[in-house]
């Protein structure tokens, strides 16, 4: 097993900071973004939320990025803490699995023609991505150009991105999208090939990973017929003839049935795609907490930690959003609340 000991007793103090449902409920709770502030800068997730409000149009922006730079910042000195090359080669290695969400993020957002802000909110950090990076890639002038600025900045995942713009004619952004997550699950899985609990543990999460990933697919395609390369190989229980059957289903109740069956999750929560996105992120923290607790001395501990920080600023961001939207209370706290 590899030296976490000092990382993984670092993480046990910054585990009991993460936000509860209750912090939530009292920062929706607040009236007006200020005073939620006020309440965010008081926890350990908001320390790095400037102080006072910003004059540019979209005040929460600037807190979204400090989130990010915050998590970014974190897990890079995770990275740091982390002792023997082997450990530190899988911690990067899971790092990098959310470099395909920002570089899709970055190209959908682009193409949209969105707010850089707005582009960037939707981009996990990637310690290997500095933020300036996926700035100059958001304010892009086509996808293109996004996609050759990011590989220009060390990205394999958008140099394969890049490599698959060819086909983009024909399945717009889906064969970029494709090519991005293949390119990330490789990375991650080459660094598994050593033997030992912790390369266990990351490909357990592989697994899930591509569960969810295609389970996410399906939902979206609501019963219509997938490209025959839209799924990515290797997941645990969306795989192989159980995952070809809900692939050929073709009715939208019947594949959000078969994917909660599956994925042992309530049918009610893949009922949109905001509760499908959020239900299976819960799925796969709540994978890496229990691998965490039979694993105290693993590398299941610092990778449930950073999930669920993730986790935490995405709850935090639909708070702040959905509140300046006038969204209901409940509608919102159906999105963000962890229930245990």
């Known amino acids: 097993m590899a030296r976490l000991d000092f990382a993984n007793a670092r993480i046990g103090a910054r585990r009991a900071r993460?936000?509860?449902?209750?912090?939530?409920?009292?920062?929706?709770?607040?009236?007006?973004?200020?005073?939620?502030?006020?309440?965010l800068r008081?926890?350990?997730?908001?320390?790095?939320?400037?102080?006072?409000?910003?004059?540019?149009?979209?005040?929460?922006?600037?807190?979204?990025?400090?989130?990010?730079?915050?998590?970014?910042?974190?897990?890079?000195?995770?990275?740091?803490?982390?002792?023997?090359?082997?450990?530190?080669?899988?911690?990067?290695?899971?790092?990098?699995?959310?470099?395909?969400?920002?570089?899709?993020?970055?190209?959908r957002g682009v193409a949209a023609g969105a707010p850089v802000d707005r582009t960037l909110a939707a981009a996990p950090p990637v310690p290997d991505l500095s933020p300036d990076a996926l700035r100059a890639?958001?304010?892009?002038?086509?996808?293109?150009?996004?996609?050759?600025s990011l590989a220009a900045s060390g990205s394999a995942v958008a140099a394969a991105a890049r490599d698959a713009l060819g086909e983009r004619a024909?399945?717009?952004l889906l064969a970029l999208e494709i090519a991005a997550d293949r390119a990330a699950f490789a990375g991650a899985r080459a660094a598994c090939r050593r033997h030992g609990e912790?390369?266990?543990?990351?490909?357990?999460?592989?697994?899930?990973?591509?569960?969810?990933?295609?389970?996410?697919?399906?939902?979206?395609?609501?019963?219509?017929?997938?490209?025959?390369?839209?799924?990515?190989?290797g997941g645990r229980r969306l795989a192989g003839p159980a995952l070809r059957r809900v692939a050929a289903l073709r009715e939208a109740g019947a594949v959000r049935a078969a994917i909660a069956a599956a994925l042992e999750l309530p049918v009610a929560e893949l009922a949109s795609p905001?509760?499908?996105?959020?239900?299976?992120?819960?799925?796969?923290?709540?994978?890496?907490?229990?691998?965490?607790?039979?694993?105290?001395?693993?590398?299941?501990?610092?990778?449930?930690?950073?999930?669920?920080?993730?986790?935490?600023?995405?709850?935090?961001?639909?708070?702040?959003?959905?509140a300046a939207l006038g969204l209901p209370a409940d509608e919102i706290l159906d999105l963000v609340e962890e229930g245990g």
């Open 274 to 322: 905001w509760q499908a996105e959020r239900a299976l992120e819960r799925g796969m923290v709540r994978s890496l907490r229990r691998e965490a607790r039979s694993r105290p001395l693993s590398l299941a501990v610092p990778l449930a930690y950073l999930a669920a920080r993730r986790a935490e600023v995405r709850r935090i961001a639909l708070v702040l959003r959905g």
């Open 170 to 172: 024909e399945h717009g």
């Open 198 to 233: 912790d390369a266990a543990i990351l490909a357990r999460h592989l697994g899930d990973r591509a569960d969810a990933r295609n389970a996410a697919t399906l939902l979206v395609l609501a019963g219509a017929p997938p490209a025959a390369d839209a799924l990515i190989e």
């Open 42 to 107: 008081a926890t350990g997730a908001g320390a790095a939320v400037p102080a006072g409000s910003s004059p540019v149009p979209d005040p929460i922006a600037p807190v979204e990025a400090a989130l990010r730079e915050a998590l970014r910042a974190e897990a890079a000195r995770l990275l740091d803490e982390t002792e023997g090359a082997h450990a530190r080669a899988l911690l990067a290695a899971f790092l990098a699995l959310d470099e395909a969400a920002a570089v899709k993020a970055v190209a």
């Open 18 to 39: 993460l936000l509860s449902d209750a912090t939530l409920r009292d920062l929706l709770a607040r009236s007006g973004l200020e005073a939620r502030l006020e309440v």
């Open 137 to 148: 890639a958001a304010a892009a002038p086509d996808v293109a150009a996004a996609l050759e």
